[in-house]
């Protein structure tokens, strides 16, 4: 295992130590917990947005903590969902007697936790509600199983109901607005090599030298199958197929993320780029805004996801929006 | 007869077992879901360890609501909710009480099961810890409703507990992480189950060694 | 070689493309050329700034084209200086009027490519001039040498300088500011892994699991010694020891960068940053502002580099003042 | 009679052998560079192929500042300046004549030696392409000073071209990409150094065909 750290164990706690010194105008830190919020939460009388889950998907979520997007954000141990009592901390932190919307990535052991932090909340009378983002179609969505993963979709979500909330929204309509941005966000991504877990201090799989992982999480678990690596077009166009077939595009705006995993250089995530505008183009989908970068990583997993998010008029204020954050500044 | 001290040689046992099958569990999880349930389960019972000596004039109820709390509080993942869920639901059970019977481990061991399947929403047959601890349950019960000893009791019950375990393999995943790999699940054994296993076997264990 | 790529001769071509189209409301190509300039290029009146150089170290140099920073960017093919038909394309697209700075890194190839664009300029009476940028402290200076090579440091030059341009100096002082701030920065760097250029499609070098190149560059060449791994927060000491004892820094202000090579996780950026400003505190330099992140790549390399800038106001002042490019953006 | 044939013929031939070496030149500079030379120089030299039959009516001077242009435009990083330097200075030295004579040979290598070194701000014992120009070019100077006839002159030239280039292994590099690496660039043979041995040699072995 190569990695720039000092013990495994104190990785998280070193990192957001690290990240709230770098960002002291942003953020602070809920002193004895691995909750990161805005330098001056609460927002009085602002409808407060948390998320968070397992560490390892670095700037996610802390680096999206400012003015704008989230209030605060939730570290868990890398991999590993955090747990209630942290959760629930993060919630007092940021509660500005408006409510706080938590948005949860659609793991089982997210939903339990945040879950379970909720009903700590609502005993100390804190209105808390949550939307569960399940934008990764490389799993069939069924009733029977635990349905879809959150993947880089996520981070339209922060965006889009970030803003929302910095506008002045209630909390129903935060709500609803990021339940309309989860149902018109679709992502899938694929991977060229492993990650390695610090405390497990071995690659998550093995690939072969040819060989690439199709439609798989963010966690380093195997994809749905596979394959021998295929030039970027062809990788692009199999992803943009399951995503576009998923739900009805057509003749519609788009904001699109091209999103590193964590070890893809970024002149990769263009090149994919280049084809993702070209399919678009051909499909009469035309493109609102671009974000290409690292936003929801896999520690240094080589890979890369798209995320596409079908916008109407208000989608696409909230989506242009100021937003004021350590990873994310757009005005 | 069971006690607080027994109770606590479980959990300090178990607490070990799983610090020794931290590889195993964790090279399973890397198999068809992210690789940490050893390293979750071993942060939560090393913590739970420490806390022992501090709980141990507690009487059984309380101690398992405390390991309960470190558990969930400690583990995170879907594994800390669930276990913490289910000793939390077994110490209700038993809340009050001074002499713990038969039929208080039955309460305790469904309470258990009931507690996980509502927090996780699963069941038999999703491939999760489940599938260990609902066959043991079962035999569990139905030995001891039928007079068993407890040689007989212990053997039954993990007989059931292995069988289950070893139908892990064979399924594909429905709930939990593993569940996002579809028929690539199938081959391989479900890190929460064995887990689970390891725990009943740490219970029989102590058990045949105290009672 | 695993690489999300179609050909590795089309690779830049392709990522300029996918640049250009993921970022049109930033940037635009000049025609037939590898050039990115700004949207609205030339902006008339202003002294106007490029940079370039090889490809491969995304988002440098492109992605800091935009309001506050440059206003071109030339890019070679992987880690080969641009050739000056090249860099002259740049210098005529961007000129308005008030002449051109050229930033250029202290590489035998970069200094003459630049060199040679510069004299064809002159020739068409485009007033220009330029500044080596030489931060690297890896490697001793010495006049019978190359001298030491240009790194990271080279983002707060696009910044500083590029801010001093946008306030509307002219270019003798947008130039005595450039030359101020290389003055007042030193880098160094690590790395873990080698990388691999496309068209070479093998690794720079080889390192043993357990090994760690320091001062190296940001071409994949080999540093100046190979060493084994160290804790992150021995890494730190190591490369801030040699950048504090290059130029004074007690009492003064600094800008940092820590900087990732491409292949490293941001969470190990943040864990040797919470290392950094316990260094920096203990020896009285006062952080002023942090950057974290991807910044001057060498393709997947994983390692990272500390930049540390001497501010005096003058150059507090520009570090702090607006940007609005692909890969920075700052109000 | 050198002639513009055979000097077409000669970069027909460079571009040929750069080819096959681009490998080896790129494996050079992997140890002490950034391992891009190979694939520079077959990039200037491909594109140089595909003009060399527009060219095949210009005189020698055209034919090697068009060269000269394709290196410069073609090649990047130190190289192609350098080499595109060197072909251009060569050219002027003939510009306008129709018989090259031996006195011009001398002349062209030397100017297109000066124009590295003046480009490059570098001289022998630096490590680079120079140390194997330099050295050949004296030989060449002296041999046809001497009188020699063309097979020793070549011969020569080529031996101590190649002294030089084994000379590369020896010391540390003070220009170029290789400088960085200090002492650690020492037992390593330069990658520029190499390529122009190979071009020295194809000029050897086509005029020895030709003449
Ligand atoms: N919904 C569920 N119900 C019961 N058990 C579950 C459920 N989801 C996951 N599990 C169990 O949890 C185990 C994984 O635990 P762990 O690796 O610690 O958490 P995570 O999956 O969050 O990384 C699985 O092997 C499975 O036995
Ligand atoms: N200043 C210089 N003078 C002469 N030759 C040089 C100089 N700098 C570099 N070279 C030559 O160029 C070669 C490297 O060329 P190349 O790899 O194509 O360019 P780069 O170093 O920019 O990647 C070196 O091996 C050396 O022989
Ligand atoms: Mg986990
Ligand atoms: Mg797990
Ligand atoms: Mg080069
Ligand atoms: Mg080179």
Chains 1, 3 share one sequence.
């Not at chain 1, 002045?168 to 060229?192: H, Q, Y």
């Not at chain 2, 020794?20 to 390293?39: F, K, M, S, V, Y």
Request: with cysteine; aromatic share 6%.
């Amino acid at each position: 295992m190569k990695k720039i750290i000092n013990n495994p164990e104190m990785v998280v706690e070193e990192m957001l130590d690290g990240f709230v010194k770098a960002h002291p105008n942003y953020v602070k830190r809920v002193e004895g917990f691995d909750v990161i919020v805005r330098a001056n939460a609460p927002v009085k009388g602002k409808v407060a947005l948390i998320s968070g889950g397992g560490s390892g998907h670095e700037p996610s979520h802390g680096g999206f903590v400012g003015k704008g997007m989230l209030d605060g954000a939730v570290a868990g141990a890398v991999f590993t969902s955090p747990t209630p009592d942290q959760i629930f901390e993060a919630i007092k932190a940021v509660d500005g007697g408006a409510g706080v919307l938590m948005v949860v990535k659609n793991y089982t052991g997210d939903v339990m936790n945040f879950e379970m932090a909720a009903e700590m909340a609502e005993m100390e009378d804190i209105e808390v509600t949550s939307v569960v983002v399940n934008d990764d179609v490389a799993v069939e969505d069924s009733t029977y199983t635990t349905g879809r993963r959150g993947v880089a979709g996520t981070v339209f979500v922060h965006k889009v109901a970030g803003a929302a909330a910095e506008k002045g929204l209630d909390l129903a309509e935060v709500k609803r607005i990021a339940e309309k941005t989860i149902a018109n966000v679709r992502s899938m991504g694929m991977s060229l090599t492993p990650c390695t877990v610090p405390a497990a201090g071995k690659p998550s799989f093995t690939l072969a030298e040819d060989e690439m992982e199709v439609g798989l999480g963010i966690h380093g678990e195997p994809g749905t199958h596979r394959d021998k690596i295929q030039p970027a077009d062809k990788i692009v166009d199999h992803l943009l197929d399951k995503i576009l077939s998923d739900i009805d595009y057509s003749g519609s705006e788009v904001a699109v993320l091209v999103n590193g995993l964590g070890g893809t250089p970024i002149m990769e995530l263009y090149v994919m780029n280049k084809r993702i505008s070209e399919v678009l183009a051909e499909k009469g989908i035309k493109v609102h805004r671009t974000y290409v970068g690292n936003y929801m990583t896999s520690l240094e997993m080589a890979g890369a996801s798209i995320s596409l998010l079908k916008l109407d008029d208000e989608l696409k204020e909230l989506i242009d929006a100021e937003a004021d954050t350590p990873a994310l500044t757009q005005f | 007869m069971f006690n607080n001290k027994i109770l606590i040689n479980i959990l300090s046992e178990m607490a070990d077992v799983i610090k020794e099958n931290r590889g195993l569990l964790t090279d399973l999880d890397q198999a068809i879901g992210d690789g940490d349930h050893g390293i979750n389960l071993d942060r939560g019972f090393s913590a739970l360890k420490e806390s022992l000596d501090s709980l141990k004039d507690k009487d059984c109820a309380s101690i398992l609501n405390s390991a309960a709390m470190v558990f969930i509080s400690k583990v995170g993942g879907a594994s800390g909710p669930l276990y913490g869920t289910a000793f939390m639901r077994a110490g209700k059970e038993i809340a009050g009480k001074e002499n713990i019977t038969g039929e208080d481990a039955i309460n305790m061991f469904n309470a258990a099961i009931e507690g996980i399947m509502k927090r996780g929403k699963s069941d038999k047959g999703d491939k999760t810890m489940l599938d260990t601890l609902i066959p043991a349950f079962e035999a569990f019960k139905s030995a001891i409703e039928n007079g068993d000893d407890f040689e007989s009791i212990s053997e039954k019950t993990l007989e059931a507990a292995k069988e289950g375990l070893e139908y892990t393999k064979t399924i594909a995943a429905r709930k939990g992480r593993a569940n996002y790999l579809g028929e690539r699940s199938i081959g391989h054994q479900d890190p929460g189950a064995t887990s689970s296993y390891l725990m009943l076997k740490v219970i029989a264990d102590v058990l045949a060694k105290e009672l």
